[in-house]
């Protein structure tokens, strides 16, 4: 039996979601997997730094109150630390600083924050090498369905020439407003009360969300770094109502689209726009929350696509789970 510390850097919707499923699946990680964990770190803007190696209730967490990340991973002494702090599309601060300090101090980071992804990948996984520590952040783009696991654990030499998806379920709840004749202040709202737009919904609406996304699958799948502001992005919001509701009524309605493909040279291209799509396009299936991604590979001369219908909170930490079992778990 081995024993984990564990600790959650921020602790919002998704870090709560992650402790419940951590405690329901507790017998399974015992009895599976031979492991036992507890929690010593919790950090977030409303509860501060708070530290106890011996354990500590993360709803209420009693620990010493520390002044900063370093003296908070002093005193939690963590071997895996959750990331879920909110996204800086522009730079990956401070989670990317705080990453940097997890594996300085020796712990494995899971993060769910495609910022240091984007503008910090190569570093990161360099730091965690050189201390025999992972970096891992399954949830960063679909949730908690496989996206970079499946590429490397299931589809080596693949051929992998690139990807497509419907990314982001805000962009899918506010066209589909506009199909029933609203608005996109309409498609917003529906988006907040469902819990899936960003703080900033123009984000999602925009196609930053998307872009961030793609940059992403560019660092980690194609190794080729890339910043949002090189991504051909077009939104929603451009978007005729009228053309958004013949669409639909002919079967073939619009989503916001995310495409990496290689171009001349093998130069990759990243592109965001409405694109139509038929009821045969793999991504024609996309309704309401749901996300997909499509893999063109040369042995899936027809696509590979993963769709996760209606994801919640919990997926997301699922994810994450899945990461923890991969660091301490040996699932491969």
Known sequence: MTRRNVAYLGFGRVAQALDALLASRRTALRD???????????????????????????????????????????RARPD????????????????????????????????????????????LTRLADAGDRRYLFESAVMDGAPVFSLVR???????????????????????EAVERGQSVRDGIADAHRLGVAEADPAYDVDGWDSAMKLCALSAVLFEQP????????????????????????????????????RGPGGRLLAVVRPERLSATDPLGVVRGTDLAICYDAEVFPGGLTVTSRAPDLTTTAYG?????????????
Request: with cysteine; glycine share 14%.
């Open 32 to 74: 599976g997997y031979g492991i036992e964990y507890r929690v010593t770190g919790v950090a977030s803007r409303r509860r501060g730094w708070r530290a106890d190696a011996g354990g500590i209730d993360p709803a209420r967490p009693d620990g010493a109150a520390c002044a900063d990340v370093t003296e908070w991973l002093a």
């Open 80 to 123: 895996v630390v959750f990331e879920t702090t909110p996204l800086d599309p522009h730079r990956g601060q401070p989670a990317l600083d705080y990453l940097r300090a997890v594996l300085g101090a020796g712990a494995h980071a899971i993060s769910a924050n495609k910022g240091p992804v984007v503008h910090g990948y190569r570093e």
């Open 320 to 332: 994450l789970l899945a990461d923890f079992l991969t660091l301490v778990g040996g699932v491969p």
């Open 226 to 261: 890339m910043i949002p502001a090189a991504v051909t992005r077009e939104g929603v919001g451009s978007l005729d109502p009228e053309a958004v509701r013949r669409a639909q009524a002919e079967g073939a309605p619009y989503r916001l689209v995310g495409r990496l493909e």
């Open 153 to 175: 654990r299931c589809l080596p030499l693949a051929g992998l020439r690139g990807v497509r998806g419907v990314f982001t379920s805000t962009a899918t709840v506010v066209i």
